[in-house]
């Protein structure tokens, strides 16, 4: 059987972190919770995900925050940001920062898969 | 016994028959040839009886009477009056004060009448008057001296009653005639008069002026005029002297004038004049009088020489030549003309040294009595000063009022900014607090939708997602405040916005059946504007007409053309249009016609807010049943944010025509 590909789900809601993950492991994704953001950046350094979907306002290390420390020591990394914040030019700014998509909250889990097998397939 | 006799007539040979009549008679007799000797004499010597002839030079008879009668000294003295002229002149001796009158004859009546009044005049206390001439039945009427004598008479009464004074004096200036008018000016009887020195009548001065005229021989008028009158008895008098003389005698008459009115009021009139000049050498404006029709300056002041060009030179003073003309303008002169009335004016020229000075002229007519314009006066206000204060206030006025007008837009901006800002902060906490439980829940509906469920759950689950959208919805759009502070500019091309905008309805509006027609103006110039909240903007704008439309014709027409300094859309629909009752309210927020779960209330509020914040104006024209039309105006460039035109925010409150 062919290993599962990684997801780190980054959100400060439990609820939301818990329902994300039946959904990714069910269309096939193996996935790592945390509600915390520097918990998140040891989870990527011990664990190496391949993908990470990334909540913004945060208490503590916030998405921002996070995307500034990994842009450099995970290149790799395909960052998916789910957040509730909607400012004008936020995609141009996320993207500056090294995310690579931007999914407004309350997600549409279609778009998720979408978005997500549109990089897996560009990994394969 | 021997008695004092005088004797006075002119004819010698009279005089030497009545002396020696007199003195066979044993009688002490003096004689003299005029009044003047017999007055002389009489200063020293007192006779009983006197024999005056009537008609002499010098002082006449009559005259003498009059002076003896008033002589104290010379009371009791029985006066005779010896008449050549009795058959010619009706002659009332006794009201002379004589006390007989023998009409002169021949010489043996003569001397028989004289012999008869000796007896009349008897001793003191005894002495008779004769009642009638003596002789008068023995002398005839002679034509010539009755026609003389009748002359003399007019004379008489002239010089009598003329106003003048006249003198005549002898040759050692002792006066031998004075009229009343003379007596009257000296304010000396005529009988003191009579025989005293002419100079006696003048004292100081005039005494000396006299004195000098007379020191030399007159035998040529002389004259003291009017124009250097002197004093006579406290009055100023001219004076003009006429030699007579004939082959006897020589006499000046002298001819005097009263000038004491005329002077007194020439004086008046010079002192007047003297106090105009000064009143208008006094003021500090330019004041000068013109002739009118041809504008020769009679007068000016010495301000209007120095300040107006061109009347430098002219008369100073009144009544003095008028050689210069008036300066312009000439409006004014005309004006007081032709209106017979004040005219004022304001007139602007450059002063002497090139700066430009504001005067204010004033000009009044003067009138002569049959009403014409006789004389105009122009006087000029120098209000260069208070028209530059004028401005200057007027000038604060505006700034204050400009001031006062940005303070008011600037709080109008600030209360409806304070507004939104605080509708944004709330609304962004609030949605994102809203969308992450709409989050959850979406979430977990969206998993419950991939097990194995019975239908009528993944229906209501269906019915779950929709609601989640709805909420959504409404909570981003409450949140589309709380980005306002990123107000980010750029050159917009409408044209291009629009049909991107459109682009992203356009599946909505087949869907619907709505036709969208576009009516671009080909030089529609691009915009300073935030691209996405104008795309916000036509949105709403579609949207809102699409929503309106239900049924019918369905076309949203959008009209673009430049205006002014900017830009203008129209949107039309052929919807259901706008109440009349609710064509204000539709810019409120939360306003809605829409069925609940369709609308939020909140589409045309954000319109409204993103094109003010734009600087712009939108209004809504509608009757209803027969579709709305919105009408957008955008400018060109953006100002400061806080600085919108106040006018544009006022028209932003008319919402709309109410047909």
């Known amino acids: ?124 | 016994m021997g008695r004092k006799i005088l004797v006075v007539d002119n004819h010698p040979m009279v005089l030497k028959l009545i002396a020696n009549l007199l003195e066979k008679g044993g009688h002490e007799v003096r004689t003299a040839e005029d009044g003047l000797s017999a007055l002389d004499i009489l200063k020293s010597y007192v006779p009983e009886i006197i024999f005056v002839d009537l008609v002499m030079p010098n002082i006449s008879g009559e005259k003498l009477c009059r002076i003896i009668r008033s002589m104290p000294e010379l009371q009791g003295v029985y006066l005779v009056i010896l008449s050549a002229i009795a058959a010619e002149e009706e002659l009332d001796f006794t009201a002379l004060g004589a006390d007989a009158c023998i009409a002169k004859g021949s010489m043996n009546n003569l001397a028989r009448h004289v012999a008869e009044v000796l007896e009349l005049a008897g001793p003191a206390g005894r002495r008779k008057k004769s009642r009638n001439i003596l002789g008068l039945d023995e002398v005839a009427t002679r034509e010539i001296t009755r026609e003389l004598l009748s002359s003399r008479k007019h004379f008489e009464i002239i010089l009598r009653n003329m106003s003048e004074g006249i003198f005549e004096f002898a040759e050692n200036r002792k006066i031998i005639f004075a009229n009343p008018a003379a007596v009257a000016l000296v304010g000396i009887s005529e009988e003191k008069l009579l025989g005293s020195d002419f100079i006696d009548i003048f004292v100081d001065d005039s005494l000396e002026t006299v004195t000098a005229l007379l020191g030399i021989p007159l035998d040529s008028p002389k004259k003291i005029s009017e124009k250097a009158p002197i004093l006579l008895n406290g009055r100023l008098v001219s004076l003009q002297f006429l030699p007579v003389s004939d082959e006897t005698s020589a006499s000046t008459i002298v001819i005097i004038h009263d000038v004491t009115n005329r002077k007194q009021a020439e004086e008046k009139i010079s002192d007047q004049n003297k106090f105009l000049s000064k009143l208008i050498e006094s003021l500090p404006h330019p004041f000068f009088v013109v002739r009118p029709k041809c504008y020769r300056v009679l007068l000016a002041n010495s301000s209007a020489m120095r300040h107006i060009e061109g009347l430098a030179g002219c008369p100073q003073h009144i009544g003095g030549p008028d050689s210069c003309k008036a300066p312009p303008p000439f409006t004014p002169f005309e004006r007081v003309q032709q209106d017979k009335d004040s005219f004022l004016m304001e007139y602007v020229e450059q002063a002497r040294d090139g700066k430009e000075v504001t005067h204010e002229i004033h000009a009044h007519p003067i009138f002569d009595k049959e009403g014409r314009v006789a004389q105009i006066i122009e006087y000029r206000l120098d209000i260069t000063e208070r028209k530059k204060a004028e401005q200057a206030l007027q000038d604060s006025k505006d700034a204050l009022q400009e001031a006062l007008d940005n303070l008011q837009v600037a709080q109008q901006v600030a209360i409806r900014q304070e507004k939104l800002a605080s509708i944004g902060t709330l609304a962004s906490g609030v949605a994102h607090e809203i969308l992450n439980p709409l989050n959850i829940i979406g979430t977990l509906a969206q998993v419950m939708q991939l097990e194995k469920i019975p239908a009528s759950m993944r229906e209501n689950l269906d019915e779950m997602l929709i609601q989640i959208k709805r909420a959504t919805k409404i909570t981003n759009n409450l949140r589309a405040f709380s980005h306002q502070h990123d107000f980010e500019i750029s050159m917009v091309d409408v044209h291009a916005l629009f049909d991107k905008t459109a682009a992203l309805l356009e599946y909505d509006m087949n869907l619907d059946n709505v036709r969208v027609e576009r009516h671009y103006a080909p030089d529609l110039p691009r915009i300073e504007a935030d691209e996405d909240q104008l795309a916000q903007v036509f949105l709403n704008m579609m949207s809102n007409a699409r929503d309106a439309m239900q049924s019918g014709d369905k076309r949203i027409i959008i009209e673009t053309r430049p205006k002014d300094d900017g830009i203008e859309i129209r949107f039309a629909d052929t919807g259901i249009g706008i109440d009349s009752t609710e064509i204000d309210k539709i810019f409120d927020p939360f306003f809605t016609t829409k069925d609940p779960g369709r609308g939020t209330g909140l589409g045309l509020w954000i319109v409204y807010s993103i094109i003010e914040r734009h600087c712009g104006t939108i209004r809504a024209e509608s009757k209803k049943g027969k579709g709305a039309q919105f009408v957008i105006f955008l400018p060109t460039h953006q100002p400061d944010q806080e600085n919108c035109n106040p006018a544009e925010e006022k028209q932003n409150r008319t919402h709309g025509d109410r047909g």
Do not use: W
């Open chain 1, 1 to 124: 059987m062919k290993k599962k590909i990684k997801i780190l789900i980054v959100d400060d809601e439990y609820a939301f972190c818990r329902s994300l993950k039946i959904f990714l492991e069910k269309i096939g994704f193996q996935t790592i919770v945390t509600t915390n953001g520097e918990h998140a950046l040891d989870i990527l350094k011990e664990e190496n995900p391949a993908i990470m979907t990334l909540d913004i306002r945060m208490p503590g290390l916030n998405g921002y925050d996070i995307l500034q420390k990994v842009k450099r020591t995970h290149p790799d990394l395909f960052i998916i940001v789910i957040t509730a914040i909607d400012v004008p030019k936020m995609e141009e700014m996320l993207e500056h920062s090294g995310a690579h998509a931007l999914l407004h909250k309350p997600i549409d889990l279609q778009k998720l898969s979408d978005t997500l097998y549109g990089f897996v397939g560009h990994l394969l």
